[in-house]
């Protein structure tokens, strides 16, 4: 069963057409790498997803419920999109900690934020938020920054940060988890921290979507890949067989591109 | 008159005069808030007429301000609507609100969208975003020109005196009258020693919030 099912997705800015009928699926635990040149729509895609920006036309469905449909004539409200938005995870290119939070806190706000809007019973609360906060440790381990937990943002490397980023984004258990170019704000040294937990989560089966210009990352973790350009789907596939084998002109030109100038 | 006998009547105008700056701050600090929203709002005729009423307010002087309070309600109703002392807390409230309106607008708007876009993408509320992720941002960016407008509200409330309010200055003035002159240069250690005590309070806050990077 397809975890994620988007059809004909399109979105306009002003009169420029930044995503035309996109359509994929993926399936759990399926990796989805998205390539394509600056302006290519990649990151519109994410943000659509995350109901970041409006749709004009098309649908998402999430383990077979539709999160939106064009077709529907439903307006969403506000705490709508916010149950719907956490289908997705969503890391950003530039982190984006709150300064003023310790990476474990970063890690457990929206959580414990959620907890208290959502149960009554605060003897309850305090043993589930007890809960987040080993959580929180808990993930913060996984990726490796056990000795951080207490750091602020400004104390921690690029790398670090976005270490937290995902941790932050994991907390919240989403179905899917969208990469927005993890690594293009990093020193080359620190590229490979993140890219190793990105690794270490497709080994335990995280769904993901992540639009990357790490093309030999992208060959070795991806299932699928999808080349835009222009905001329509070039190429849609297998990834080995797209990054080796592809015959189409403008995906070879872009590859090229990326060998030519040793941006791997 | 002995200089200690000078110094207690000085105190009890002094008195006054913290409490027209205390009250002042207790509600221009929030209204200001209130007001920062609707000069952003999307809503444009409300939008519009904030930014009028901010114009006008920051237009006009506030002794100007202090008369149309306390003196227009009583041309129109037959009597104030306010006595002396409460329409100098009003005037003082709204003036100082539509200026640190200015100063939060700028605050809130230099903050990245992208934090906002964090948290949305993290299901938090509105609400949540403003109050748990954007507002200490804020604060720690404006506690520099607040510092400014509460240091300069310290000085303003000598304006109450033109309504009979009686503050610290007022009470100089009263003995200056009397030909004992030096009372009234004798006022300016209080007011130094009280924007002595705030610097040193908003150097408190600015390392309380050094924690962070902004």
Not at chain 1, 87 to 96: A, D, E, M, R, V
């Amino acid at each position: 069963m397809a975890v994620l099912e988007v059809n004909n997705l399109s979105k306009r800015f002003g009169t420029s057409e930044v995503l035309k009928e996109v359509s994929f699926t993926l399936s759990q635990g399926e990796i989805l790498a998205v390539i394509g040149s600056s302006g290519s729509g990649k990151t519109t895609l994410l943000r659509c997803l995350n109901f970041l920006e409006s749709i004009e036309s098309g649908s998402i469905k999430v383990h077979d419920r539709v999160l939106f449909d064009s077709n529907d004539q439903v307006k969403y409200d506000e705490n709508d999109i916010r149950q719907r938005r956490l289908h997705f995870g969503l890391i950003f290119q530039s982190f984006n900690l709150f300064p003023q939070y310790t990476a474990l806190e970063n890690v457990t706000l929206a959580p414990i934020l959620a907890l208290k809007k959502n149960s009554d019973s605060s003897t309850y609360r305090s043993k589930l938020s007890e809960d987040i906060r080993a959580e929180g440790i808990a993930l913060l381990e996984r990726m490796g920054l056990e000795t951080k937990q207490d750091s602020y943002p400004h104390q921690l490397s690029g790398g670090q940060q976005q270490r937290v980023a995902i941790a932050r984004a994991l907390a919240l258990k989403p179905d899917i988890l969208c990469f927005d170019e993890p690594t293009s704000a990093l020193d080359p040294e620190l590229t490979g921290e993140v890219l190793k937990v990105i690794r270490s989560l497709a080994d335990g089966n995280t769904t993901m979507i992540i639009v990357t210009h790490e093309m030999q990352f992208a060959k070795e973790i991806a299932d699928n890949i999808m080349f835009l350009d222009e905001g329509m789907v070039v190429e849609y596939g297998n990834a080995d067989e797209i990054l080796s084998n592809s015959k189409n002109e403008r995906i070879m030109k872009f590859l090229d591109r990326y060998e030519s100038t040793g941006d791997y | 008159m002995s200089f200690i006998e000078v110094t207690l009547r000085l105190l009890t105008g002094f008195k006054q005069t913290l409490l027209i700056f205390a009250l002042t701050l207790l509600f221009s600090l929030p209204l200001g808030l209130v007001i920062a929203f609707g000069s952003m709002s999307k809503f444009a005729p409300l939008r519009i007429l904030v930014k009028v009423i901010v114009w006008i307010v920051r237009g006009v002087p506030l002794m100007l301000q202090i008369f149309v309070v306390y003196y227009v309600p009583g041309f129109i109703l037959g009597q104030p609507l306010a006595s002396r002392f409460n329409s100098v807390i009003l005037a003082f409230s709204i003036n100082y609100a539509c200026y640190l309106s200015e100063i939060y607008r700028g605050g809130i708007e230099s903050i990245s969208l992208s934090q906002y876009e964090a948290g949305q993408v993290l299901g938090m509320t509105k609400t949540q975003i403003f109050f748990k992720i954007i507002l200490l941002q804020v604060i720690k960016r404006i506690l520099a020109p607040i510092s400014n407008e509460v240091i300069t509200l310290v000085k303003d409330t000598a304006l109450a005196r033109v309504i009979m309010v009686v503050e610290i200055l007022k009470v100089a003035e009263n003995f200056a009258t009397k030909a004992l002159i030096w009372p009234l240069f004798y006022t300016g250690v209080f007011y130094l020693l009280f924007v002595g005590v705030l610097t040193l309070l908003f150097g408190y806050c600015e390392r309380k919030l050094g924690y962070f990077r902004a």
